[in-house]
């Protein structure tokens, strides 16, 4: 089974701090996505790697930057965190393109204060 | 600009009924269309894929539909039982890296 882990699963932080969140997945695959889930909105689309040190600006990157060093490992960093980041993040990962079937980790949920 | 939609109030039905979702799309053009499921603090768990030349797909207990012309999408889930209770999501994809989410439907399945 793909297994896809986050660093944490809660965590509080303070405004203006510098915030990392980590997700490893075990399966080889090329692809890794960050989300972030608010109610009503849905998951929408922070950044995407599609390979080592490869990255893709999704809808809402403002705020975020993400680093891809190694295969199994993509982590998002928040510069600068804001309460309006306060959220759930998800990370993702698939196999192929186009990304169907995507593989998704228990998820982060951060709070800014 | 792209839009899903999927009934924000909470479906719920009886044990052994069918509970069927709806997922609605406008100003879009998918290639496929998925359907997750999340339980609560967990990610969403992949469950099915249709192509935008299908007209229906079933996986045991579950169906689903994609009907292009309405831009619409069913999903049902028969002799539904207190395990299935959870949040559904639709996704649409156009063959690209991007995944659209709709917010989810919860259904809750009572004994």
């Known amino acids: 089974d793909v297994k896809v882990t986050q660093s944490s699963r809660y965590l509080v932080k303070r405004t203006g701090e510098k915030v990392f969140l980590e997700c490893v997945q075990d399966m080889d695959h090329e692809n890794m996505f960050w989300y972030r889930q608010d109610p009503g909105l849905g998951l929408r689309l922070i950044y995407f790697?599609?390979?080592?040190?490869?990255?893709e600006k999704g809808d809402i990157p403002e705020g975020y930057s993400v680093s891809r060093e190694k295969k199994e490992r993509f982590s998002l960093i928040l510069e600068s965190a804001s309460t309006n980041q306060t959220s759930m993040y998800l990370c993702?990962?698939?196999?192929?393109?186009?990304?169907?079937?995507?593989?998704f980790g228990p998820g982060t949920r951060l709070t800014v204060t | 600009s792209q839009k899903i939609e999927q009934n924000s109030e909470a479906l719920n039905i009886q044990e052994g009924k069918t509970a069927t979702l709806t997922c609605n799309y406008t100003?879009?053009?998918?290639?496929?269309l998925q359907w997750y499921r999340q339980d609560p603090g967990r990610g969403p768990v992949f469950l099915l894929l249709?192509?935008?030349?299908?007209k229906e797909k079933r996986k045991e207990r579950l169906k689903v539909t994609f009907d292009t012309t309405l831009k619409q999408s069913l999903f049902h889930i028969t002799a539904s039982q207190p395990a299935d209770s959870a949040t559904y999501l639709c996704a649409l994809g156009d063959g690209g890296f991007k995944t659209i989410f709709g917010a989810g439907t919860r259904l809750f399945v009572k004994a």
């Open positions: 993702a990962s698939s196999r192929d393109l186009p990304s169907t079937m995507q593989y």
């Open positions: 100003n879009y053009s998918p290639a496929y």
């Open positions: 790697s599609y390979d080592v040190k490869m990255k």
């Open positions: 249709i192509r935008e030349n299908e």
